[in-house]
């Protein structure tokens, strides 16, 4: 019986864009049947194959490796087989962790065919060194792939999946766009309509209303990209535009010939999440094609974009600025206004809405004066609850954070406790080193290249630590967000009125509910209130 539990195999299979660059040795096809061929010499039942094609070693979050850990959780996996150690992983800590901990734990064996590992017959003493060469390959992948790009970037190149509207791939020069003789009117009557005046909500209108082709539908005609979004759609998607691509089009310096790279990086060669880059981290190339627009046009298009957004009609329709939102699809709430004779009512509605219609999101539509009173109220209320029961407040407010954060401390404490336990493995690791180094059992060499990469991991797990630990320490905070939100809200005792400052000191968003209107004509509608530091108080 226990003979047959320990084979209930997983076969696991990754590949990167990088890995691609090595031909067939470590492609899938290879890697399945170096598998299929082992399970089968030593009779191991398969349970699953688990692919993840496209995916970095760094990152554990991939799909089918997810997959793969919730059949261990439940049971149905108690044997993992690779084809070697780095196409399980290439991040030293997290190898070490499920190798040495999780592994271990689940009963789980675990075997890298090609390195001759196997957890039952016990690792060697060179698998951290292996993770740790594994991790130093895809650290300096990584750092040559981006010098390469930088290189071609600084020489005037552009990689580009999809050429943006108005041009297309030039026919003899590679990486390079030209200008596209069938589709540069578009992006013209965008910015001839900009410069008469018109906000980028109506110029979206106009080419809706002229029934205008979108770039992801000339891409889908042309190429067939994006079918699984046109190939059985509605006739009006082809020219639903939205109001964000007619903004990236009127901020766009492609258009003036320009190329801006790192707009989007990523946080580093094991965090790939994407994050948007600044003035400071973004490279602008100048000239590197034709332009469409002049440089004189774009900045006047820019300037008037600014000057738009500035335009108050009444320093009352701005209090709520930035604190309103749509619950349902997350986009603000837009502050309109209805004229009945001589009164101005205003409201507030989903911009969605307004820019989709009610198929997409219901209006969330909201008086001004309804939504005003109401906030005076909360505020009014918490004020005088601060002046007056400040002892019970507090604690109110301590209970909903210490649910709220609780599962988050638990994982960060995980995360800590790993980190200082693999920096303490370390410096027992630099310990035995320098006594074999001293004992000449290796060379100089190889301690001075040794030395080097612990000192980074090291270095790594420092600021991680460090980082976990600031993380934990705002996470005790509670008490002291509490108190200030306290001492805050009492600054402003008894107010009478709200004002932006009053608002943005103390709320954080305000998320407004679709009413539901009952039969007896009554309206019923939620406002709920995030205030800084500590939420939604219940």
């Avoid at 974009?305 to 997350?330: A, E, Q, Y």
């Avoid at 918490?382 to 507090?394: G, V, Y």
């Avoid at 954070?401 to 630099?430: H, V, W």
């Amino acid at each position: 019986m226990v003979k047959q539990q320990m084979n209930n195999t997983a076969l696991y299979l990754r590949l990167s864009r990088d890995d691609e660059n090595y031909g067939d040795s470590i492609s899938i096809e290879t890697q399945r049947t170096i598998l299929r061929q082992f399970v089968k010499e030593n009779g191991f039942h398969v349970v699953d194959e688990y692919v993840d094609d496209g995916w970095s070693g760094t990152n554990f979050e991939r799909p089918a490796f997810q997959r793969m850990i919730a059949d261990i959780e439940s049971g149905r996996v108690n044997c993992v087989i690779t084809k070697d150690l780095s196409r399980f992983g290439r991040e030293h800590v997290m190898m070490d962790y499920y190798l040495e901990f999780f592994f271990v734990d689940k009963q789980v064996r675990y075997i890298a065919v090609s390195d001759g590992e196997d957890t039952e017959k016990g690792l060697s003493d060179f698998v951290p060194f292996k993770n740790l060469f594994n991790e130093w390959f895809a650290k300096d992948t990584s750092r040559k792939v981006k010098n390469s790009l930088n290189a071609k970037f600084r020489a005037g190149e552009r990689t580009f999946t999809y050429a943006p509207l108005g041009y297309k791939r030039h026919p003899d020069i590679k990486n390079k766009l030209a200008v596209d003789e069938e589709t540069k009117w578009i992006v013209e009557k965008i910015f001839s309509l900009a410069l008469l005046g018109y906000g980028a909500n109506t110029i979206r209108k106009k080419l809706v209303d002229e029934k205008i082709l979108t770039p992801g539908y000339l891409q889908y005609k042309r190429y067939g990209t994006f079918a699984h979004i046109y190939a059985d759609a509605p006739e009006k998607m082809s020219y639903d535009w939205t109001l964000t691509s007619v903004k990236n089009i009127l901020k766009d310096e492609t258009y003036i010939g320009n190329t801006v790279h790192y707009r989007q990086t990523t946080l580093s060669y094991k965090n790939k999440r994407r994050v948007r880059g600044n003035e400071d981290t973004m490279l602008r190339i100048e000239d590197t094609h034709e332009p469409i627009i002049s440089k004189e046009d774009f900045e006047t298009v820019q300037q008037m974009i600014v000057s738009r957004r500035r335009k108050k009609k009444d320093g009352t329709s701005s209090i709520f600025s930035g604190l309103m939102r749509c619950p349902d699809c997350g986009w603000t709430l837009s502050l309109g206004a209805n004229r009945r004779g001589e009164k101005i009512y205003r409201y507030y509605h989903c911009s969605k809405y307004t820019e989709k219609g009610k198929d997409v999101c219901p209006s969330h539509y909201i008086s001004f004066n309804v939504l005003y009173a109401y906030v005076l109220s909360r505020i009014q209320y918490w004020s005088k609850e601060a002046q007056t029961n400040e002892d019970k407040l507090l604690k109110r407010l301590l209970s909903a954070s210490a649910r709220e954060n609780g599962a988050c401390r638990k994982k960060k404490e995980n995360e800590l406790r790993k980190a200082e336990k693999r920096k303490a493995e370390l410096d027992s690791l630099f310990a035995r080193m320098y006594e074999d180094f001293v004992s000449e059992r290796i060379t100089e060499y190889n301690f001075q290249m040794l030395s080097a990469k612990y000192q980074n991991e090291q270095t790594e797990l420092e600021e991680k630590i460090a980082g976990l630990k600031k993380n934990l320490e705002e996470v005790r905070q509670s008490k002291d967000d509490a108190e200030k939100w306290i001492s805050l809200i009492k600054e402003y005792a008894d107010p009478t009125e709200l004002t932006a400052p009053l608002l943005n000191a103390l709320v954080e968003k305000i998320l407004v509910h679709q009413a539901v209107k009952h039969e007896d004509g009554t309206r019923e509608q939620e406002v709920e209130i995030y205030y800084r530091f500590i939420g939604k108080i219940e």
